[in-house]
C-alpha cells in the first residue's frame, strides 16, 4: 500500500510535462459528516493514486473539497470510485474552463480539522443553515438588474485580477476578516437581497449561514462559484458579467473568464494579470508581475529580494536574523514592499 508521495518534486514536474496523454482538471465539494476522515483519506488516497490522479485534496470532519486532473482515459474509472462513498452521491463535479491538465503534479490529501480555514466558531451558528443557491443564469440576471448587493467572499489578490461588475471587493486577506467586515458593513442593509460568490461555492456556504445567523433576511450565492459560472455561460453563450481572470489555487494560478486584464504589474503598472510567489525563499510573496519585470527582479518581489536570493547560504543566514520585515501574502507586507494596487 502506498499512502503518500515520496518522490521529489522535480522529478515529478518533469514527468507531468513528459506525459503523452491528456487530464481533465476537475473540482468538487461538499459539506458532509465523515466520522472517521483519516480512515476515508486512506481510502480515497488508494482509489486514486491507482488511477493516477492528482490533486490537492482537503478532508475534514466536515466534509472534503478537491481539485483534481485526472486521466482522461480513467475517468470512467475514476467516477465509479465515487460512487462507492455515500458523500460522493450526485456530487456535483465542476470542469476546469482553461484546461491544459498541467493544473497537479502529484495528489496530495489532507486531512484538516476544517475545509476552510475560516476561523468561526461553527458550533455559534448553524452551518446547514445556508443561502438559497442560485444557478449561473439565475445568478448572471440578478447581477445583470444592479438592484441587489453583490459581494465578492474571496480575498484581495484574487479579485484584485477579476471579480463580478459591481461587486462588493472588500480589502482582505483571510476569510475570517472578510466575513466579519461584510457582516459589519452592511449591518443597516439587513432586509436588502444579498448575492455571494466565490471561487467555487465553497466559502459562500459558510459566509450565507453566517450572514443568516446575524440577521440577513435573504441571502443568496452562486452554486459552484465562478468556476461553474464561468463554465455555463460559455455553454448558454451569455456575455460573462464577471471581467478579468478566476484566481485559482494551482499551478496556472488563475483561468481567464472573459478574456479581459483588470489589475496591473506591481513593479512597472502596466496591465498584466499574472501572480507570481517572489523567488527569495524568505518572501514567497504572492504579488503580480509581467514578464519583463519578472527578468529585471529576476523573479523577486524587489531589488532587496533579489539580492537575498542570490546571497551565500551565510548571507542569507544573517539575513534572516537581522530581518525586522515580516514577510507572507499580505497586503501589509506588499505596501512594505512598495508593491501597491495601481487604482
Ligand atoms: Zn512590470
Ligand atoms: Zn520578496
Not at 482522461?72 to 456530487?91: M, V
Request: proline share 2%; hydrophobic share 35%; charged share 30%.
Amino acid at each position: 500500500m502506498r499512502l503518500y508521495n515520496i518522490v521529489d518534486s522535480k522529478v515529478l514536474k518533469e514527468a507531468l510535462l513528459s506525459e503523452t496523454f491528456i487530464r481533465k482538471t476537475i473540482s468538487f465539494y461538499r459539506y458532509f459528516i465523515i466520522d472517521n476522515p483519516q480512515q476515508f483519506r486512506d481510502q480515497v488516497y488508494q482509489d486514486w493514486v491507482d488511477l493516477n490522479c492528482f490533486g490537492r485534496i482537503y478532508i475534514a470532519r466536515e466534509g472534503i473539497n478537491a481539485q483534481m486532473s485526472v486521466p482522461e482515459a480513467n475517468y470512467e474509472a475514476f467516477l465509479e470510485t465515487l460512487s462507492k462513498y455515500p458523500i460522493f452521491d450526485k456530487i456535483p463535479v465542476k470542469f476546469a474552463i482553461e484546461d491544459n491538465g498541467k493544473s497537479f503534479y502529484k495528489l496530495t490529501i489532507k486531512v484538516r480539522p476544517k475545509l476552510v480555514a475560516d476561523g468561526l466558531d461553527d458550533d455559534a451558528f448553524d452551518v446547514t443553515n445556508v443561502g438559497r443557491h442560485l444557478s449561473a443564469e439565475e445568478f448572471h440576471h440578478l447581477v445583470e438588474s444592479g438592484e441587489h448587493i453583490l459581494v465578492d467572499m474571496r480575498n484581495h489578490y484574487e479579485s484584485e485580477i477579476g471579480h463580478f461588475k459591481g461587486a462588493i471587493c472588500p480589502e482582505t486577506d483571510t476569510f475570517r476578516d472578510e466575513i466579519n467586515l461584510v457582516t459589519e458593513m452592511l449591518a443597516d442593509q439587513k432586509d436588502r437581497k444579498v448575492l455571494l460568490y466565490c471561487t467555487g461555492g465553497i466559502r459562500c456556504e459558510k459566509a450565507s449561514a453566517y450572514l443568516k445567523h446575524h440577521g440577513f433576511a435573504d441571502v443568496n450565492q452562486l452554486h459552484g462559484g465562478i468556476l461553474e459560472y464561468a463554465r455555463q455561460l460559455k455553454q448558454l453563450n451569455l456575455e460573462p458579467n464577471f471581467i478579468g481572470k478566476n484566481f485559482v489555487f494551482d499551478e496556472r494560478l488563475g483561468e481567464s473568464v472573459n478574456g479581459q486584464i483588470i489589475s496591473h504589474c506591481h513593479q512597472c503598472g502596466k496591465l498584466c494579470d499574472t501572480h507570481a510567489n517572489c523567488d527569495n525563499e524568505l518572501c514567497h510573496l504572492l504579488f503580480i508581475q509581467c514578464p519583463e519585470c519578472a527578468e529585471k527582479y529576476e523573479k523577486c518581489c524587489s531589488v532587496e529580494c533579489r539580492d537575498v536570493k542570490n546571497a551565500s547560504v551565510s548571507e542569507k543566514e544573517l539575513f534572516r536574523i537581522k530581518n525586522k520585515r515580516k514577510f507572507g501574502n499580505s497586503r501589509h507586507y506588499r505596501k512594505s514592499f512598495l508593491l501597491a494596487k495601481k487604482e
